[in-house]
């Protein structure tokens, strides 16, 4: 199955707001939160991405193209780990680590809903690329 584009971007610019609050606020709770939208997203059921196909794609008409999911599910995983690296900064009362890995995603997820720059999907496709072909 493959993704419609602007749904990532969607999601993208959700997960920017989701963890702007995190880093306003300091809520571990907002980024538990968010921490179940990556895992989902990985398990390719995105929260936002259901959100999209039913209240926004209606509005805005098919796509020009879609992309294969595997980049942007990667992506997710990388976010995964951050969120996980958030909260364990947050369980080991660890301002810098929980800040800083929110951060990190956060800038991630702005580079993709702003510009529509992937960093995780461009992770996947060099990983892809510097694997030998036998181990695909």
Known sequence: MQVDPRSTRFAAAVTTVVLAVVLITGSAWSLLAQTVVFALGVAGVSPYGLIFRRLVRPRLGPPAEFEDPAPPRFAQGVGLV?????????????SALALGATAVALLAAFLNAAFGFCLGCEMYLIIRRLLPAATR
């Open 82 to 94: 951050f969120a996980f690296a958030g909260l364990a900064g947050f369980a080991a009362q660890s």
